[in-house]
């Protein structure tokens, strides 16, 4: 293969490169009023349950007694 | 198999005893035992073993092996909580007007009372075998790990299919009655529970004004301000529950996770 060619070629890849990464740069623009997520304003209130996959869950049956406060 | 089940009012709070395979006389020996250390513990009688030892001014004193359990308890709960959960705050709870039973309604806050930061327990609390020493000037209240610590030893005590539930302090022994553990209404949702705790802390109960409530934050000596209305945790004693829970809670949202990440199996904040 000549040695021109191969120069074509590798001109041909950066410039492909550079208007590739433009367009996507130029589609995907960061909006500055978008919600944050996960949402931190506002989650003082929120109830957080979790639980380690040692402890079973089983939604659907009647617990016999409750933990609470006393 | 249907388990037997005792529901009786004592420590100021609704206990549950369940059993599978025990029968109802030891359920019912199991609430002699807590109705007998409910009436040595109380803060709310002058004679029981507890008022007379925060009325020993500094002195060294004989104490029963169950007193001596709790207030190294006390003492473990403290260290366990880097100083948050506090025994000695019954000054600040009577200053704060929580000086009879919660039935018989609040006592007068008092606002003359300056409050600070407590010094650390071991610096007000000394327990040897068979004695202890309460620094002069300062009260214990047992209300905080009572429950949890009573909870253990009852399960153990029962038999080896129970579950001892004093007022949301739990323990949960062996595998329940279907065999897959104990139904456990926690967070909205039911667990089932085989060898484990779990115990809830909260501010909203036990409350009588704006801002005044029963849990003490020791830092400020007064009822504590913090985001969270209520912590229910699992864990493996029902006495590093009732720990774990109200650390959580004087901690706040933002660092309860991270607190409760190294030592529970599971928590509910809300």
Redesign the interface.
Known sequence: MPAWSLKVIACLLTGLATVGSALYVGGHLKNPAAPLRPPVVGASSAIVLHLEPQVQVNPGQPPLTFTSVS | MS?D?LRFES????C?L?GVGIDHVRLAEGRAWIEDMHSRLTRFDAASELSRFNGSAGEWVAVSPELESLLRDALRAHDLSGGLVHAAVLGALMAAGYGRTFAAGPTTVLETVTPGALPALPRVLEVTPGAARLRQGFGIDLGGIA?GWLADRLASWLGPNC?V??????YARGAG?SG???????????????D?A?????T???AWGEGLHHLVDPRTERPAET?LV?V?V?AATAADAEVHAKTALLLG?AAA?YY?GGCC??????
């Open positions: 388990p089940v420590l100021g709070t609704t549950e369940f429950k579950l539930n004093l007022g949301g302090d739990l009655p897959e553990g104990w139904p456990v209404g926690f967070g909205g949702t039911t667990v089932l529970l085989r484990r779990a115990a809830t802390s909260g909203h109960r036990r985001d209520e229910s699992v949202r996770p409760l199996s599971g928590w509910n904040l809300r």
